[in-house]
């Protein structure tokens, strides 16, 4: 497995890490548990980690030298995919299919999988299209050599995995991804880490929360595509809906910034729109940590612009907690509407107060979407994921197996890579 600009040790929630993280490291070990021996590759980025991390029995994390040895801006990525791709084709070890995950380490994937003749398995989480079709007012677009660069992962793969049916559908009408290469292979959840425990009163009370509280909690990165400003303006709302909640309204914000965006800037709207005193702006945190959160709230709320699959849904419900999302992407999937929690149509805050005033006076209900939420999740497990994805692998092997090569193509010139190294893909 390749992971260029992000590695499967880092804290979801901070920089560049998020859901792609936790379904990297999930799946590697389900799939280790499945008899699949699993190196994930990532590049070194100098933080004193060994060159090898044994992550799991069968799952290994490798650092690879490309580049600076120093966290680096996604922007400057593109550039260090040939010397990412060198290094890893310097392996010694016998391989038998690779998979990439997002934009780069697929054109690092197109690489390898040539080099060592071997199939080339894509995920590309989020899709450049997709999310520039939902930016946040001001936010930044993805850039033209991003989407040239998906579409070239895109047809050069021999097997693609979509999250959902809408990413696969996405792949097709957007990239031009051919059907029979692609499989949906949902997503799972970790049910060893998250489960309703011990119950609400007891996370709160370890995690100093007061008993009646109403709690809706947004845990995930900060940044204008996962719309943290979608949840204060909807608290401001709220508040205007039903002054007399401020006393017991606590608002939890579980994350890191990303990119551009900062944490301050979620602090300064909350001021502005004065709701800073129910507002509590927390550090990401482990796992483990993070389950109590979970069992803690009253509701998740989950107002992305743009989400591939949306794992902290599904964390969320896991722990017996229901959710209120945005009806974008994989979202739909993830959340049961109606049963499991409640789909917003749009990102309008007024919307999501409206249903925030429900749920605050509907407790039974509360309770009856959570343990509807228990059951659904317990369907969605990674080993579920693992076996399905283990099927995929094979069907790519057997194509490969019938061309008597490895790849479907060769790949095209690095029109997605930057005029610096394009004598190093010729080289290759």
């Known amino acids: 497995m390749l992971s260029v600009h992000t590695s499967p040790l880092h804290q979801p929630g901070t920089g560049d890490a998020g859901g792609m993280n936790v379904y990297m490291v999930e799946l590697s070990r389900a799939l280790a548990e499945q008899g699949v021996e699993v190196d994930l590759f990532t590049r070194c980025r100098g933080e ?14 490798r650092h690879l030298h490309a580049g600076p040895r120093q966290a680096l801006p996604k922007e400057a990525m593109p550039d260090l995919v040939v010397p990412f791709s060198l290094a890893l084709l310097k392996e010694r070890r ?32 989020t899709l450049a299209k997709v999310k520039n079709a939902a930016l946040a007012e001001g936010d930044t677009p993805e850039p033209e050599l991003r989407v040239r660069g998906e579409r070239q992962v895109v047809g050069s793969a021999d097997r693609l995995i979509a999250n959902t049916v809408d990413e696969a559908e996405a792949l097709r009408s957007l990239y031009g991804a051919e059907e029979p290469r692609t ?15 011990d119950g609400r009163a007891a996370a709160r009370a370890r995690l100093g929360l007061p008993a009646d509280a109403f709690v809706p909690l947004y845990a995930g990165r900060i940044q204008p595509l996962k719309g943290p400003d979608v949840l204060v303006r909807a608290v401001a709302e709220l508040l205007c809906l039903a002054p007399g909640l401020r006393h017991r309204l606590v608002v939890p914000v579980i994350g890191g910034h990303s990119g551009a965006s900062r944490q301050g800037t979620v602090r300064r709207l909350a001021h502005e729109l004065g709701v800073a005193d129910v507002l509590r702006l927390c550090p990401p945190v482990p796992q483990e940590r993070l389950a109590d959160w979970y069992r803690a709230a009253d509701v998740l709320v989950v107002p992305s612009r743009s989400e591939s699959f949306g794992l902290v849904a599904l964390e969320a419900q896991a722990c017996g907690t229901p959710v209120l999302a945005a009806a974008v992407g994989g979202l739909p999937t993830a959340v049961w509407d109606g049963v499991t929690g409640l789909l917003v149509p749009g990102h309008d805050p007024v919307e999501y107060a409206r249903r925030l005033l429900w749920l605050a006076g509907q407790p039974a209900a509360r309770v009856t979407m959570g343990e509807a939420a228990v059951r659904h999740a317990r369907g969605m497990s990674w080993r ?18 019938r061309v008597g090569q490895g790849r479907r193509h060769a790949p095209a010139p690095a029109a997605s890579l930057s005029w610096r190294n394009e004598k190093a893909v010729a080289q290759v």
Do not use: C, K, M, N
Not at 100 to 113: T, V
Not at 183 to 197: I, Y
Not at 384 to 401: G, P
């Open 48 to 61: 004193g980690r060994p060159e090898r991390v044994d992550l799991a029995p069968g799952v290994r994390v």
């Open 94 to 125: 016998r391989y038998d299919l690779v998979h990439s995950h997002y934009w780069l380490s697929g054109q690092a994937g197109r690489i390898a999988s040539v080099g060592w003749g071997i199939p080339l398995v894509h995920t590309a989480h």
């Open 183 to 197: 499989a949906v292979v949902p997503p799972g959840v970790d049910l060893r880490t998250f489960g309703p425990a």
């Open 384 to 401: 579920t994921s693992a076996a399905r994805t283990i099927e995929v692998y094979e069907a790519a092997r057997r194509d490969a197996l």
